[in-house]
C-alpha cells in the first residue's frame, strides 16, 4: 500500500513514465520499487529526503548489485522527474553513487533438462522452450507474440520480437518454430482467455514446471552460450538477444566444457 504522503507524487510520476511509452512490465517493476521505498519512508515526504537518506537506504539492503543498480535507477528516474517538474528545489538521487554491474556468471539450462521437457511437454509449453532455448526470446517477448508477427523473409520466415524498451528487432525462425507458430490460431499465439496475452509471469510459470526449476531466462542463456560456441560471432548473438550492449551479451555466454583446457595446452 502506498503511504499518503507518496500517493499524489507516484501518481503523476506514473503518468510520466507511462507517457515515455515504457513497457508495462517496466512500468510495473518501476512502481513496486518505489512503493517499497516509500513504504520504509512512511512518514516522510517525499521531498523531504536528503542524498544522505537515499544513499543509507540502499546501503542497509542486503541485495546484490544488479538490483541496487535498478533501485537507484528507480529513484533517479522518480527524483528526475521530480525535480524537472518543479515539485522540488533539489534532486538528492542525482549525487548516489554509481553501482558497477556483478561480475555475473552464465547459466544456462542443462541440455539434459530442456531435452526432458521438451520430450515431456504440450503443444503450447514445447513451444515456449522452443522460442526460448533456440530463439534467445525472453519470456515477455514470448509471451506478446501474436500471428501478425511472423512473416516471410527473402529464405523463410522471421518473427518480429517486441523487446525492452519499445525496440523491436527480427529474428530469424528454425523451420521447425515456424511451422509450430503459424499452425496456432490466429492472434495472440499464447491467448489468456480473456482477449488478450498471457503474462510473462505466466510464461515462466509454464517453462518452470516442465524444466523442473531452470527458468526462461536461463534458456536465453543457453541460447546465447551454444550461438556464441558455434560461431565466435558476438554482434550477431548481441543482435539476435536485442541487447543494448556487448558486455551485457558476454555475460550470457557461458565458456563450452574443455575449451579452457585447451587453451592453456596451447601455451605448453
Known amino acids: 500500500m502506498t503511504p499518503n504522503r507518496w500517493k499524489e507524487p507516484l501518481?503523476?510520476?506514473?503518468?510520466?513514465?507511462?507517457?515515455?511509452?515504457?513497457?508495462?512490465?517496466?512500468?510495473?517493476?518501476?512502481?513496486?520499487?518505489?512503493?517499497?521505498?516509500?513504504?520504509?519512508?512512511?512518514?516522510?515526504?517525499?521531498?523531504?529526503?536528503?542524498?544522505?537518506?537515499?544513499?543509507?537506504?540502499?546501503?542497509?539492503?542486503?541485495w546484490?548489485?544488479?538490483?541496487?543498480?535498478?533501485?537507484?535507477?528507480?529513484?533517479?528516474?522518480?527524483?528526475?522527474?521530480?525535480?524537472?517538474?518543479?515539485?522540488t528545489d533539489t534532486d538528492p538521487a542525482r549525487l548516489l553513487r554509481k553501482?558497477?554491474?556483478?561480475?555475473?556468471?552464465?547459466?544456462?539450462?542443462?541440455?539434459i533438462a530442456i531435452d526432458q521437457a521438451l520430450a515431456e511437454a504440450d503443444e503450447r509449453t514445447w513451444l515456449l522452450l522452443m522460442l526460448g532455448s533456440r530463439e534467445g526470446l525472453r519470456r515477455g517477448e514470448m509471451a506478446r507474440i501474436h500471428s501478425d508477427d511472423v512473416v516471410r523473409d527473402g529464405t523463410g520466415w522471421s518473427l518480429i520480437v517486441h523487446g525492452k524498451g519499445g525496440k523491436d528487432r527480427m529474428v530469424p525462425l528454425l523451420p521447425t518454430v515456424a511451422t509450430a507458430l503459424r499452425a496456432r490460431p490466429r492472434g495472440w499465439?499464447?491467448?489468456?482467455g480473456k482477449g488478450?496475452?498471457?503474462?510473462?509471469?505466466?510464461a515462466g510459470v509454464l517453462?518452470?514446471?516442465?524444466?523442473?526449476?531452470?527458468?526462461?531466462?536461463?534458456?536465453?542463456?543457453?541460447?546465447?552460450?551454444?550461438?556464441?560456441?558455434?560461431?565466435?560471432d558476438i554482434r550477431a548473438v548481441q543482435e539476435l538477444l536485442g541487447h543494448a550492449s556487448v558486455a551485457t551479451t558476454q555475460r550470457y555466454t557461458a565458456v563450452a566444457d574443455g575449451a579452457l583446457r585447451r587453451v592453456m595446452q596451447t601455451a605448453a
Request: proline fraction near 6%; avoid cysteine.
Open 11 to 62: 501518481t503523476g510520476w506514473r503518468a510520466w513514465l507511462k507517457s515515455g511509452a515504457v513497457s508495462n512490465q517496466t512500468l510495473v517493476l518501476r512502481m513496486y520499487q518505489l512503493r517499497r521505498f516509500a513504504g520504509d519512508h512512511a512518514q516522510r515526504s517525499p521531498y523531504s529526503l536528503t542524498p544522505d537518506d537515499l544513499g543509507a537506504w540502499l546501503a542497509a539492503q542486503e
Open 189 to 192: 499465439t499464447f491467448p489468456n
Open 207 to 232: 517453462i518452470r514446471r516442465v524444466l523442473h526449476g531452470a527458468t526462461a531466462h536461463q534458456l536465453r542463456h543457453r541460447f546465447a552460450s551454444t550461438a556464441y560456441q558455434a560461431t565466435t
Open 64 to 87: 546484490g548489485a544488479e538490483s541496487l543498480r535498478s533501485y537507484r535507477a528507480a529513484l533517479r528516474s522518480f527524483y528526475g522527474w521530480a525535480h524537472a517538474a518543479g515539485h
Open 99 to 111: 553501482i558497477k554491474p556483478g561480475a555475473a556468471r552464465p547459466r544456462p539450462a542443462p541440455e
Open 196 to 202: 488478450g496475452p498471457i503474462t510473462s509471469a505466466h
